[in-house]
């Protein structure tokens, strides 16, 4: 008697509960196994004393996280992150911006430039920090910016080993910058082609000037979804990085022990490096992380809510 | 979902352009952070902590694995042309039991110690200076008993002591490393410089060797941040911790030798930002630098680059009244994990190439880079190490050589030291409240570690 | 716009053509570096005065990589090769159907679902690194091609993409598909696959490049050689005590190679992803 409506409610009407999860089910599984246990497996180990195991038994409470909030070196990091993103976000927002426009309005070779621009989208981190650190920015004098400042005539510079000036920032922003632009280019070509011709006609009527005027009255406020997708995207990828910062300034230390110096130390090279690698403290390092993902869907939340996000009443 | 429809409805247009172009942006997490996929180091992206590592269920054995008469043994991988093919030589010419030699490239630390977590670690691998502190008090490695036997005589005493904690033995030196200053014997006669035996002599000549084309002295990449702790700690008498276990450089020289380091770095004589790193001899046969930081290993790569035309130095004393001059000595040792399918198997293999086979021994010491025997039996019949700069610098470790960091010399104390070392070195930061701060730092971990 | 073009204009349009001219440079050079290191002996590289064009290109250089014993070059590329396939497949496969499923199939709690697949988009993967690593040993997967492939087949933001784009499928041209009497999988592979070619085409190529330019995952789990991608490969050629630099940007050319054709070849439907995740349905 109660098996046809129990068998109803499982499967839903025509089946439909049983086709979502043939469709989903594979994923979910996989998602499951490969991140959701290992992310509970961090959380749980962030309220122990966990040293080279990954099994601890001393339940420590909120002592790891108290630790890592009071701890300068990861706070420090989070001052990198700041910085970088200070940098990286702006930068990356107007260059990829002036790129699709630049590329959106050329009358010849409009395809050539593109797929010039969006090339090194397919480079990996680890051959781009080969070619800037030995090639472009190598500290000595056969690099190529060195070559170029002594054919000024001017000194050489060690791009990545001084910090007064810091000049590694402007290696690091340049290898993220050649890297990423081409990309968040192609997503405004995307908006920019989503622009209604006949708003830039009524402009004309209307007297505004081509140029600035149409940019700011016409295409950067129709460029509104793209640009608040882009920030949102900017700012997520800026708190995980890694690969540039790691590839660059990681360097060689006594007896096989890499080490890695104090400043630009992103939150996630600190983790990594500082508290999951030598040191097999995977109760710090977790709580870290912890915290770290915390901070990024807090930073998340907010810009979303600055820039307008999700506001349903909002129309463009 | 229902409200996703309905929001649809309200505004279909600004929805779609908006998720489309979050749709759109993901490919940019995606392509732009390449790596960011798989997740883990590299990770930008937002994807990367969604798809992630891991893997899983499987079926081909891990090589780590060993059991069933098979021991697994790793090696970080040597730079030296031939030592892989070498070790795998010697694993293949034993008969108890099958051994794979498994070669590690890139961050061999972070790899083993995943891997001891797990089962599918290695049974013998290599650990600088022995296994640490954290590794023993885990239980992540087996303790080796008596197996030096009748050769424990023979073996360099400093070495065995580093290896041992509470009596106990965790690994067998397998070869001796040593840093030490190489320099361009040409380079310095045409200036007219005496080799210097003082900080400050160092300094000047770094200055006086200095050229358009040629930077004085290479300490590393980082200016010495990396390799240049511990020999200034020496110079001036001081050390890492004291005989008792003890914060070691309380002494107010050493933030005046700290201190040192900074000039030298604005000196505009170092060389900063090579290709290759100290620990490769490419920057002093290339001739970007008249003297160079580097390590023994790279003496057949000199001789082949520079012939008879370089030096040994160790570390100058402070000056010609305070400290004395110093090399840093350490060497890989022998481990066995907890985890391996039979320790006793594992440690019989131990035995067999690090004690007694000295034939090999011999072999690994000086066919590839240089170093120098474990065993001072063997020391003294590595032909190799008998005549120029090598004899040199077999002399120079015998009469200055420090054994490179102590046993409770955590991971945790090392970063502090090497933060503020930094900080010192290239920003010029005030040595006496850095120094006071790795105090703090080095004391917790000292009482973490002997509580 | 109608509007004759002006004096101004025709400045401002030169103008533009030589910034991207400049631009375009620019963001050739790198790649123009890597190749000129790679044909350049050692001492060209480093050579005092620096030179645009090596004095004497090396074609051997070629040949001493995939020479070299220490560095199993050709093994590397097959084994990038197979993973990069296999995985790819295998992830658009299952993130095309999960995406169809959230997007499609009407499910009470498919909202949960949904959340939980967003929220580990924000995680970053190197802080759960340890777990998985030590997940994916105890199935016994160290050094195997599987443990490289099968964690790659799950990538949340893969069905993310799908779901969006499925969104704004036409629904009219399932709808059809109904009423001829498929079901959901009928639907699925014969209606909507067929007429999503370069959307798939489009994830493809950016999961293949992911997967080709993995990097930390495979160096972990692939511990013997023979189980090494390319880019591992290369950073044995980074991090070794000596570093041959020719023969380390000769590897970094024959890393990026592959993806610099596969990419050539197919950045086209990247693009119209792109546009049509954004356009449909306005």
Redesign the interface.
């Known amino acids: 008697m109660a098996r046809a409506p129990l068998r109803h409610r499982l499967l ?1 009407e025509q089946n ?2 049983l ?6 089910g ?3 599984i ?2 499951m ?7 509970l ?2 959380i749980y ?1 962030s309220f122990f004393e966990a ?4 099994t601890p038994s001393l339940f420590v409470g909120l002592d790891n996280y108290g630790d890592m909030l009071s701890d300068p ?1 990861f706070l420090s990091s989070l001052g990198t992150f700041v910085v970088f993103a200070a940098f990286i976000v702006p930068l990356t927002f107007v260059g990829s911006l002036g ?1 699709a426009l ?2 959106h ?4 070779a409009k395809a ?17 920090a ?3 650190k ?11 910016a060195n ?1 170029v400042l002594r054919a000024l005539g001017l000194d050489s510079v ?7 000036p810091p000049w590694y920032w402007l290696v690091i922003v340049t290898l993220r910058l ?3 632009l ?3 280019m ?2 405004f ?3 920019l ?2 622009i209604p ?1 006949v708003l ?2 009524a402009a ?1 009527v209307d007297g505004a000037k ?2 600035w005027q149409v940019f700011r009255y016409i295409t950067f406020p129709q460029l509104r ?2 640009s ?3 920030l ?2 900017l700012l ?8 540039e910062f ?1 590839n660059l300034l990681a ?9 890695y ?3 630009a130390r992103p939150p ?1 090279v600190y ?2 490096y ?1 508290a ?7 109760g710090h ?2 709580a ?2 912890v915290i ?2 915390l901070v ?2 807090l930073f ?1 939340v907010l810009q979303g809510r600055l820039l307008g ?1 999700g506001r ?1 009443e ?3 | 979902m229902s409200d996703i429809s309905s929001q649809r409805r309200f505004d279909r247009r600004r929805f779609l352009g908006l998720t489309g172009t979050l749709a759109a942006a993901g490919f940019a997490a995606a392509c732009g952070s390449n790596t960011g996929r798989e997740g883990s180091s590299t990770a930008p992206a937002a994807s990367s902590g969604a798809s992630s590592p891991a893997g899983s269920a499987g079926s081909s054995a891990a090589p780590g694995g060993g059991g069933g008469g098979e021991i697994a043994q790793w090696y970080h991988a040597y730079g030296e042309t031939g030592t892989q093919q070498a070790v795998e030589k010697y694993a293949a010419a034993y008969t108890d039991a099958k051994v794979s030699v498994t070669w590690i490239p890139g961050d061999y630390e972070k790899k083993t110690q995943a891997s001891l977590l797990t089962d599918g670690g290695p049974d013998v691998f290599e650990w600088g200076n022995g296994p640490s502190i954290d590794m023993i008090q885990s239980g992540q490695v087996v303790e080796l008993g008596d197996i030096l036997g009748d050769a424990d005589d023979d073996f360099t005493q400093s070495l065995v002591d580093r290896m041992t904690y509470d009596g106990k033995l965790y690994g067998v030196p397998q070869v001796i490393d040593m840093q030490l200053l190489v320099y361009r014997k040409s380079m310095l006669d045409d200036a007219g410089i005496e080799p210097p035996t003082s900080f400050d002599g160092l300094a000047a000549a770094a200055k006086a060797l200095t050229t358009a084309d040629v930077k004085g002295l290479f300490l590393g990449n980082d200016g010495g941040v990396g390799v240049m702790a511990g020999p200034t700690l020496w110079s001036v008498g001081a050390d890492y911790l004291t005989e008792d276990n003890t914060f070691g450089f309380a002494d107010p020289n050493v933030a005046v030798a700290f201190g040192k380091l900074h000039e030298l770095f604005t000196s505009d004589s170092l060389l900063l930002g090579a290709p290759t790193d100290w620990s490769d001899p490419s920057a002093i046969t290339q001739g970007l630098t008249a003297m160079q930081w580097t390590g023994l290993w790279t003496f057949p790569q000199l001789q082949k680059d520079l012939g008879d035309d370089f030096g040994v130095l160790p570390w100058p004393a402070f000056s010609a009244t305070v400290g004395a001059p110093s090399v840093p000595i350490g060497a890989y040792g022998s481990a066995v994990s907890a985890k391996a399918k039979d320790p006793e198997a594992a440690k019989a293999y131990v035995k067999w190439l690090w004690v007694d086979n000295t034939e090999d021994q011999l072999d690994f010491a000086q066919s590839y880079g240089f170093h120098v025997p474990a065993r001072k039996s063997l020391a003294d019949q590595a032909e190799s190490l008998k005549s120029g700069p090598a004899a040199d610098a077999v002399t120079i470790l015998q009469n200055n050589g420090k054994a490179q960091t102590p046993l409770l010399w955590t991971p945790a104390s090392g970063t502090a030291l090497s933060d503020a070392v930094s900080r010192i070195i290239k920003d010029g930061a005030d040595p006496v409240s850095e120094l006071a701060a790795v105090q703090k730092t080095v004391e917790a971990e000292l009482e973490r570690v002997t509580k | 716009m109608t509007t004759v073009r002006s004096g101004t204009e025709r400045v401002g349009s030169v103008l533009r053509h030589v910034a991207l001219g400049l631009g375009a440079l620019l963001f050739l050079l790198p790649f123009y570096l890597l190749i000129r290191n790679a044909l350049s002996t050692n001492a060209d590289i480093t050579s005092p005065q620096w030179t645009f064009f090596p004095d004497d290109i090396q074609w051997d250089n070629i040949g001493e990589l995939f020479a070299d014993p220490a560095v199993p070059m050709l093994r590397s590329l097959l084994n990038s090769v197979v993973i990069s396939v296999l995985e790819t497949s295998g992830a658009v496969l299952i993130g095309a159907l999960a995406g169809y499923g959230l997007a499609r199939i009407p499910y009470r709690h498919a909202n949960v679902v949904l959340g939980m697949i967003v929220g580990t988009l924000m995680i970053p993967a190197a802080v759960t690194f340890v777990p998985t690593f030590v997940m994916v040993s105890t199935l016994g997967w160290v050094s195997s091609l599987q443990g490289i492939i099968v964690p790659g087949l799950f990538q949340a933001l893969v069905v993310f993409l799908f779901r969006q784009y499925f969104l704004n499928f036409p629904r009219e041209l399932e709808e059809a598909g109904r009423v001829d009497g498929l079901g959901y999988p009928g639907v699925f592979f014969r209606i909507v696959v067929p007429n999503s070619k370069a959307f798939v085409a489009a994830v493809a190529t950016i999961t293949f490049i992911g997967s080709w330019n993995a990097f930390l995952w495979p160096l972990v789990i692939a511990q013997d050689s023979s189980s090494w991608t390319v880019q591992i490969a290369l950073s044995t050629f980074l991090t070794a005590q000596t570093v041959n630099l020719h023969e380390l940007f000769m590897a970094a050319v024959f890393s990026i190679l592959p993806m610099m054709l596969v990419f050539l070849g197919l950045q086209r439907f990247i693009v119209q992803g792109v546009e049509s995740t954004g356009t449909t349905g306005q």
């Open positions: 839903g439909r509960n086709w979502f999860w043939v469709f989903v594979p994923f979910v996989g998602l196994i490969f991140v959701l246990v290992p992310i497996w961090s180990l040293r080279n195991t990954v070196a790129l630049l590329v309005r050329a009358r010849f050539f430039f593109r797929s010039v621009f969006f090339l090194p989208v397919a480079c990996s981190y680890v051959v781009a080969m070619i800037w030995l090639s472009i920015f190598s500290g000595v004098r056969f690099g190529l070559s060690a791009w990545l080993s001084v910090t007064q050649w890297l990423q081409g990309f968040y192609i997503l070509l995307a908006g082609q989503r011709t830039y006609e004309a081509p140029g979804t793209t608040v997708a882009v949102l995207l997520i990828n800026a708190f995980q990085a890694f690969d790691y360097n060689a230390g006594a007896s096989g022990g890499g080490g110096p104090p400043y996630l983790l990594y500082t999951l690698g030598n040191q097999q403290d995977f390092g977790s870290g992380a770290l993902a990024i869907a998340t996000f349903k909002d129309r463009a």
